[in-house]
């Protein structure tokens, strides 16, 4: 441990019990504030019952620090003072947004000399060698903690002295005297080491004296600003010219390889001494620094080159608020920026009526006053310590800090209130944690908290003296929040609805349960969606439809049975001998634009109709291997549709999915095998189906996952092979090149061929998706992308999503769907997957003051450069049948998408003239579906049937221009329109070439598959 002159404060007295019978003196909320707390008050560094972890509390915990990183996890550090290697410097650990911990138990080690050999376990982490290797938090003290608000990325600084005896890259940096100089571990969103920089030059560093670390955060250029304090005195007259020796604020810009932006330069625009202590924000174009000049709190505003945009700014001068200039170097103040326009400091002071005070002033990217005022002024504070403040896009402001209300028996909680974009509070001030207020058994002060903004999250960390499990020395506490957010209709979100709600072959009567509709499309152009119905003139018996819906409701749906006969007729009449209400069925179309292929699968037993379906005789051996005569098995048949009359004609028979081929043995029970999977079809046109085994034919002992890849016409490709032991349901995609299946957490990719490349377990993406078979987690992935999805719940009300990458079996990225203040619960998700790696997610909500479930929605994008996860909408409620009231209900959705549509399908119970506010007047459970726009319609880039358009080439002869295309490609149309921005595509002809007469405006020619 590293000496360090320190104030200390001795506190002697008697705790005191406090009766649950006083009448708080705080009565605001955080749901007054229109905030949704998301995790309970939780403690981060008690001491475990065992070791290892060698999760230490030295109890000298100080010095907090909190960042909430782009996909939602949160990075919380602090310093802990100990011995040897458990003596926390400076120290991170990182929890999901519903406040569960991810970081493992790492294992440290030390190359120091006095150190060698010795290890620890623990999950508080500070820096790493090059080779991926943890250090000790002993090597630098007074963490800063930031996450980049413009991209990935999230890290710590701290003044460090010995970093060089266990990074030898840093060895340089370290004088005789093992001065202090700044260096910043950067990190990925989960917390895996990218690197470390240094605030300084080496050479820099050895000039006589130390330079701590007053704050450091990411520009929007992707570049690095660390900010020090330096106290390397002689250098304020010796290299900026000032007129006396003194401390004074640096600051020096990297990359993130630590290559040198912009050098060394005084942060004041006079070399005059100044102090800091925390202190830097960053806006979409630049960044702030705020520190002491003469004791008063000062700011200058730079470009993203380092640049000063603005003179040193007197916080009191500005705001004409003497108060405002207080909170010294920043030990007890904040000063964060919004990442787009904004800047907020905050202190504690008296104001011009001598009153105690918690002040905010906000400012403007180029210095000017937004406002300057009292953050609470609905109670009397006799004492105030620690303050800090977030500020989000929407320039809302949350202010925290640690005080005693007058009258309150405690010495000092944390509280906060949050202002809106103009100052105005939002609701009134709050206790912080729910389990430390005046009433709630909190002998002992919590103090000096901090906050962080990133979107729709708010994270405090505090240090408390009140943890149950070590009540009476300091810990580090935290609880997370969300902001209040009321989900709207699709029209809310700048959308249009193409076709409405609509029911798929309304029922007589209540569906028999577990009738639940499957989405896919088929090219670009038609949208197929299964459904369950009731089987021809019985009220009893199941059978299954799909809904030919065209994706630009051109024209009418048609509705056609999912199975024809051997003779080609559509069969509705009974098909399943021993269950009537379920599972559902299955529908997966060619997803290349122009394709008009399609699968159907589901559960039925053909051997039962044999003068319907056995034309081949195919029925006849495998009926005598069935156990049970009565058995329903997953069947599958493939179909051709014709676009313009959308009239569906079979390419292949009915045919066992897993099973048809086995010539021996004995196929248990009355469910051989059941969707259960899945169907997609392959970028080659194939179509894989995975069904769950239950004949014992591959697994004596239980059932597994199997899979069998069909061709269009029907031939197997490559016959039944067992992915995985276990359950599944739904779980199966195709990407590009191959396919997915997710087994018990595990998602195993295949080519085109059946191949296994690999396998990857969810977790590494640092959330707690469900393991199971997979009702309500899902994947999804489209065949012009590498890319696999994961959606489901990942705790209480939040739903993620993350990627995977086939080609080098890796974790992508991970992102919070639901919104952080989202108020429903959340059930089954499901999702869909278009050419451009846009996402729409959905998932059976019961936000609160409805009555029952509804189906919510958001459209997400993955962006492959930076790997990130994005929003293209709010979440919103995607059918006209959403209502609070009248039995208005709809879950067990299925989405698919285009590039341009969006259609979800659901079952629930609606009002059929699209009138909720009627209440419902369906039967229970009819399946339906909406059509509605794109939030970012594009053209479809996947690869058509048949390949990419061949090139056009054109020729002008006077008034006549001639198009055409290589004679070997054939099956295109010429079409053409007179706007890109908003497009009408005509059919010019087939014939190559095509010779067209040039007239007034502009025309522009496309080929498009016919």
Known sequence: MKPKLVGITIVVGTAMCLSTAIAQLVTGTPQDNKLVPRSATFYVNVPPDTTPPDNVNNNKTESLGVAISSSGNVIIGWEDDGDGLTDWEAVWTMYNPLGQPITPNTVVTSIDPAYAGQTITTRFLSYFRKDGSAISGRTGWGPKIKANLFGTGVGMGSSTWDLGKEVVEFAPWTDANEDDYPAVQLLTDDGRPIGIVAGVSSTYAQGAGSIRIGDWDYLSNGN??????????????????????????????????????KAETLVSATPTPGEMWHGVGVTKNGFGVRWSAGGRATVRLFDNNGNPITPNIDLGTLTGKEIAAGGGRGDGAGFHGNGDNLYVAICSGQDEQQALRVWVTVLKADGTLVYSKSVCDDYVLTNVGGTDAAIDAKGRVFAVWDARIENDMVDSLVMGRVLDASGQPIGGTFYISESESETSFAYFKSEKPRVAARGDQFAVVWQSNNCPDYSGAPVVAARLFGVLYEPGTIEAEGLTRIVPDTVIDSPQYDALGNWEP???????????IEGNTFATNTADKQQFVVQLQPVDGSKPARLTYAFY???????GDEFNLSRQNGNPGRVAGDARPGAVNYMTGAEVSPHGYLDLFNSDGRWDLFSTLLENSSARYGCVQTFKLDLATLTPTPLSKVQDSANGRVTSGVLVGDQVTRFGGELACLDNGNFVSVVEDRSRVRRPDGNCGVATIFAPDGKVVKETFKIADGDIWSNACAYRGGFAVRMNGIIYFYDNDGNLKGQIDQAICGRSFDRGRGDGTRIQGHINSPYVFLAGTTGGKLVSIAAFDSRDLSFVAVQDVSEAGFPGTADRVNLAVDALNRVVVAWASQPEGYEAYQVAARVMALNENTKTITPL??????????????????????????????????????????????????PKEVNFYTVFTHPAPAEDPTPGVGGPAPTLSIKLTGSTVTVSWAPAATGWVLQATDSLSNPNWTNVGTANPTVVTVGPGTKFYRLQRQ
């Open 224 to 261: 690095i600003v660390i900010v020090g304090e330096s106290r390397q005195e002689d250098d304020l007259v010796s290299k900026y010219g000032g007129a006396a020796k003194g401390r004074h604020v640096i600051f020096r810009i990297v990359d993130p390889a630590g290559n040198v932006v």
């Open 565 to 571: 006969t051997d003779a080609g007729a559509p069969y």
């Open 873 to 922: 909408t709010h979440s919103f409620f995607p059918f006209i049948n959403t209502a609070k009231t009248g039995g208005i209900r709809s879950l067990q959705m299925s989405p698919a998408i285009t590039t341009k549509q969006i259609m979800i399908a659901a079952k629930g119970e609606i009002n059929m003239q699209n009138k909720p506010e009627l209440g419902k007047d369906s």
């Open 518 to 528: 499957y989405a896919s499309v088929l090219g670009n152009s038609v949208f197929l």
